[in-house]
Structures are given as C-alpha cells and as structure tokens.
Nanobody, 124 residues
Framework: VQLQASGGGLVQAGGSLSLSCVAS????????WGWFRQAPGKEREFVAA????????YYQDSVKGRSSISRDDAKNTVYLQMNTLKPEDTGVYYC??????????????????WGQGTQVTVSS
C-alpha cells in the first residue's frame, strides 16, 4: 500500500486546511485510517482516526471540536479537515493505515503503512 498525503501549506492562525491521503491499490476498505503529526524536535503524535465503517472517529483532545476525519472508500481517500488552526498545530502530518481490528486506534504502533507526510505551518 502506498499513501500520498497532500493539502498542507502555510496558513494564518484561525484559518483552515483540508488534508487528503490517497491510497494506491485495491485494499483501502481493509484498513482503518489515522492521521498523526510531528512537530520539530517532538515525537510523532496521534491526531485523529476513523474506523473501517467510517462511523467511529477518534480525536486528540487538542483538536477535538475543530477537526473532522472522514473516509471515501470509492476514492481510496481519507481526509482531515482542520479549522481554527493554531500555531501549535504546526508539523508534518502523516496518514497511516491500521489493519488489526483489536489494535488501539490512538497508538502509533497500531499502524502498519505510512505516507510521506505533508507540512502544515500555522503562523501567529
């Protein structure tokens, strides 16, 4: 599975971005999906996740209420809409695939395929 993330950029605080991650191949439905981010000098952290059905979603507390994760199985794409962006949202955002139903959707170690990342920079 190859993942291509896009949609990052430079935005002012309070602005919005919509990230996309397109997966190659025909196994998109076999995975649940997550977004993680890594700020300079910090460890990669969980941002949001969506289940196989798309009905269950999970968010880091700091983005809850201003972010939305979704999936479009027909387009092999997972999205992350982020609103009211803050400077602390700055980082490289990665999409990732999780294949084990029993794994923790919030845990970095649960994800087996990773995209190359897209840079998000929020200026104050």
């Amino acid at each position: 599975v190859q993942l291509q993330a896009s949609g990052g950029g430079l935005v002012q605080a309070g602005g919005s971005l919509s990230l996309s991650c397109v997966a190659s191949g025909s196994f998109f439905r076999a995975y649940a999906w997550g977004w993680f981010r890594q700020a300079p000098g910090k460890e990669r952290e969980f941002v949001a996740a969506v289940s196989w059905s798309g009905r269950d979603t999970y968010y880091q507390d700091s983005v809850k209420g201003r972010s939305s994760i979704s999936r479009d199985d027909a387009k092999n794409t997972v999205y992350l809409q982020m609103n009211t962006l803050k400077p602390e949202d700055t980082g490289v955002y990665y999409c990732a695939a999780r294949g084990d139903y029993n794994s923790d959707p919030l845990s970095l170690g649960s994800y087996i395929h990773w995209g190359q990342g897209t840079q998000v920079t929020v200026s104050s």
